[in-house]
């Protein structure tokens, strides 16, 4: 079956998004100083040179690609409570001058570029009539779900990125809108 249009286009597109990543990751690779931060680029850096190569793998012989990708379990055990604790979150400058990233850039450029990815594989695999690519996609929205989880968890922990609990009567504002469905009634 070959690809449609639309599927090309978007794999055109998500590819050419892959090279930015890898590129990126790479500067990220050198130029990071935080150990955890290190190790997490270095875990995460194979996988998206593989979601590349799947990608590029259904452009060049759309019938004999597999689309299997290699997607990181979701580590649910890194937000604790010191993480969630309400803590401000560290003023920042912006660089307008950069020669040499900090941590914190690294992190928060990798950040949007997964939430930027996972959304684009979202839209992308709503549009795709090849199983195969579609399963494809799924896969990599929830690589970058994994990958975004990690980094968010590790902004937060330095207090680079804020995390704001709710009060319970903002929180009781909005239950009480709304009522569940009795299942009996449908």
Known sequence: MKLT???L???NELITSCVNTI????LFKNQVTDEELKSL???HFPIHVEDYNRKVEFVKNVDTATGNLNVPQLNTSIFTEDVNEIKPAEPVTVNTNVTKL???EIALSYFLTLKRAGKEYAISSMEVTN???RQFLKD???MSCNHSYEVYEWMAKNNYYPIVVTTAEQTGNIASIYNPIPMDQI
């Open 9 to 11: 286009s978007y794999l």
């Open 140 to 142: 990599a929205y929830t």
């Open 5 to 7: 249009i639309c599927e």
């Open 41 to 43: 680029l270095n875990t």
């Open 102 to 104: 900090t941590d914190r």
């Open 23 to 26: 590129t990126c990751m790479s």
């Open 131 to 133: 199983a195969n690519l």
